[in-house]
């Protein structure tokens, strides 16, 4: 079932139609995501790519919020999401209970690689940052790779949910292949 966004407002949750969608391996985690907007636009992005979790950390807002809401249209309630008080303790508990789980930091660091240089392989997991600070240091030294997206103009930096989805299209156009 396909809805636009005004039916996705009103449309309730049908759990079997939302069990009969084809998850892809994919988990997003938030590291004190604060934008409700950011928060909301990733919901949709999750749904987008069909990812089978959305793990929302630390001072990250969770649903049911307005802003979340409005911005999610609501497919936060369509999208499978857990909240975990702290992320780096989550990264390690993931990585635990699926070791073959690489695990995706998008932050600029000086051990960072261009996003399309890597080869992604699932299950995967990519952990975003605050707005302003990022990825967490201590959630950093738990990921697999950090890859970063490259800026040629003056600015240094995309929008959390806007880095999200190019690196989300990127993984899901290479399981696609």
């Known amino acids: 079932m396909k809805l636009n966004a005004a039916e996705l407002r009103t449309q309730p949750v049908d759990e079997q139609v939302a069990k009969k969608i084809k998850k892809n391996p994919i988990i997003i985690i938030l590291d004190n995501v604060l934008d409700t907007y950011n928060i909301g636009s990733i919901f949709r992005l999750a749904d987008a790519v069909a990812a089978e979790k959305v793990y929302l950390c630390g001072s990250t807002e969770t649903p049911p919020n307005t802003r979340i809401k409005k911005a999610s249209i609501n497919t936060w ?10 992320t780096a303790a989550l990264v390690i508990q993931v990585k635990k209970e699926n070791p ?12 960072s690689i261009p996003f399309e240089k890597i080869t992604y392989s699932t299950p995967v997991a990519i952990v975003i940052g605050n707005e302003s600070y990022g990825v967490s240091k201590e959630v950093l030294k ?3 790779t950090i890859v970063e997206l490259p800026m040629f103009g003056i600015n240094t930096s995309l929008n959390v949910m806007v880095t999200t989805g190019i690196v989300l299209y990127d993984i899901v156009r290479q399981l696609t292949k």
């Open 77 to 86: 309630q369509w999208v499978n999401w857990e909240y975990a008080p702290d």
């Open 142 to 144: 738990h990921v697999d």
């Open 100 to 111: 073959k789980l690489q695990i995706i930091a998008v932050e600029q660091d000086t051990r």
